[in-house]
């Protein structure tokens, strides 16, 4: 089976700090989407950022931007100057066909 | 404005009782999903459609079944022959069929069944 994997079930940072949360995937096809989703204790799921694999340029989106790494299959998420509100849960997927396939997520704790 | 809305948002049954739980959205999306989410762990998926009166079997759609009348509509059915049904179940659409397109998710349903 097709997997994605992150291999840190927690992480924790401090307000203001740097964190990184790691995903590798695995995938036959040359052209995939990459996806990291939040899920805070409402349960919400909510979009954070979106790559396109036959994109070199790594997305960015305000504080939140990846290290894609396609010969590697490593889609690392970066969270610059971490607020309170980032704690969530953090869940990388990847496109199969029509459909995505989940990571088994990043519990993410910042500390004030 | 514009999103998908379930219901209920906590749902409980007794074993060997069918419940249905609702997936309506207005964002004139194609393709709708149906998730387990089991706690400390990932999204997988039970069963999806791209189509009105068109749907796909997922990685665990034993003892679940859909139905897509309508585009807006997307209900999911937990059977009786479900081993463990007891989970939060997500509901989501896009708007493609190619999977190039973000996933709407819903506020989710908590089902517990004793």
């Known amino acids: 089976a097709q997997t994605v994997t992150q291999s840190q079930p927690e992480m924790s940072v401090q307000e203001a700090e740097t964190v990184t949360l790691s995903c590798t995937y695995d995938t036959s096809e040359s052209d995939y989407y990459l996806f990291w989703y939040k899920q805070p204790p409402s349960r919400q799921m909510i979009l954070v950022i979106r790559?396109?694999?036959?994109?070199?340029q790594n997305a960015t989106e305000n504080r939140f931007s990846v290290n894609f790494q396609k010969a590697a299959k490593s889609f690392s998420l970066k969270i610059s100057d971490s607020q309170l509100g980032d704690a969530a849960m953090y869940f990388c997927a990847r496109t199969a066909g029509n459909m995505l396939t989940f990571g088994g997520g990043t519990r993410l704790m910042v500390k004030p | 404005d514009g999103g998908i809305t379930q219901s209920p948002k906590y749902l409980f049954r007794k074993e060997g009782q069918n419940v249905t739980l609702s997936c309506e959205q207005n964002l004139n999306h194609d393709a709708m999903y149906w998730y387990r989410q089991d706690p400390g762990q990932g999204l997988r998926l039970i069963y999806y459609s791209q189509i009105v009166n068109d749907f796909q079997k997922g990685d665990i759609a034993e003892g679940y079944s859909v139905s897509r009348e309508k585009k807006e509509s997307f209900p999911l059915t937990v059977t009786s022959a479900q081993k463990n049904p007891t989970a939060f179940y997500l509901c989501a659409s896009t708007l493609g069929r190619d999977g190039a397109y973000e996933q709407y998710f819903g506020p989710g349903t908590r089902l517990t069944v004793t």
């Open positions: 790559q396109e694999a036959y994109k070199q």
